[in-house]
């Protein structure tokens, strides 16, 4: 079954626009938000197959929204509802789904739906041939009410903290709800390396490699006083990587 999650500031046009998604598809609602902050913490935790996403809601814009989500590496269909005519050049640059005008048209509604769901029951596309996919070099972090778009470079390690993950650049520490495992597959592995389950490190933040208990290594980093260790299971692809 699609999952889908709406993003609408206004109450009556979020009400609305649920009950046209339940009556006429069996399209699962897991969740409504108000602002765009809400919706970007939200998707950090779960997975939807589409987000109906206002424009001009608080927070963070919803075409600031749709161009972060877009850069994930599955993101879901975005179909814009909203009362403005003139973003919808800007919208479809971030291959959105579908653009849908406010007020309502029910019959508009129900063809979008039936497109949703049609994608559901088509056969899946032969896989092309492989190529080399451009690789994302900015990550999203969380911070209090803002969106920091950080360049994978400034990141020096990240760290599992429970059900957290700690991302640290030389001047910050952010606190991202997702899995570190989740977080990692964000960022290109031509830079980071997973040293240990609770660990994965900047590579080219490495300043020092000091020899430690059980035939492991202790990594220091520049800027920073943290002491990332190497797991006994990552030790060969450690020394291999860094020519040890």
């Known amino acids: 079954?699609?999952?889908?999650?709406?993003?609408e500031d206004e109450y009556l046009a979020r009400q609305e626009l649920a009950y046209l998604i339940q009556e006429h598809s069996a399209i699962e609602i897991v969740a409504?938000?108000?602002?765009g902050l809400e919706a970007f913490k939200f998707l950090q935790e779960q997975v939807v197959d589409v987000v109906f996403l206002d424009i001009n809601i608080p927070s963070i814009d919803g075409l600031l929204l749709?161009?972060?989500?877009?850069?994930?590496?599955?993101?879901?269909?975005?179909?814009?509802?909203?009362?403005?005519?003139?973003?919808?050049?800007?919208?479809?640059?971030?291959?959105?789904?579908?653009?849908?005008?406010?007020?309502?048209?029910?019959t508009r509604i129900i063809s979008l739906l039936a497109k949703l769901e049609a994608l559901e029951q088509a056969p899946p596309a032969a896989a092309p041939l492989p190529e080399s996919a451009p690789v994302s070099r900015t990550v999203n972090l969380a911070k209090g009410d803002s969106i920091i778009v950080t360049p994978c470079d400034d990141i020096y390690y990240v760290e599992a903290d429970e059900k957290v993950t700690l991302v640290y650049t030389a001047r910050d520490r952010y606190v991202?709800?997702?899995?570190?495992?989740?977080?990692v597959s964000r960022l290109p592995v031509d830079s980071f390396f997973r040293c240990h389950r609770s660990y994965c490190v900047n590579i080219h933040k490495i300043r020092e490699i000091a020899p430690w208990q059980n035939s492991t290594y202790i990594i220091k980093l520049y800027d920073l006083k943290a002491e990332i260790p190497v797991s006994r299971s990552n030790i060969k692809a450690f020394r291999q990587l860094m020519h040890l």
């Open 176 to 183: 991202m709800a997702i899995s570190i495992s989740e977080f």
């Open 1 to 7: 079954m699609m999952k889908a999650l709406i993003v």
């Open 32 to 35: 409504s938000v108000e602002d």
């Open 66 to 106: 749709a161009k972060n989500l877009h850069k994930a590496a599955k993101p879901p269909r975005i179909v814009f509802v909203t009362a403005y005519k003139e973003f919808a050049v800007e919208a479809f640059e971030v291959e959105a789904f579908d653009y849908i005008l406010k007020p309502y048209n029910e």
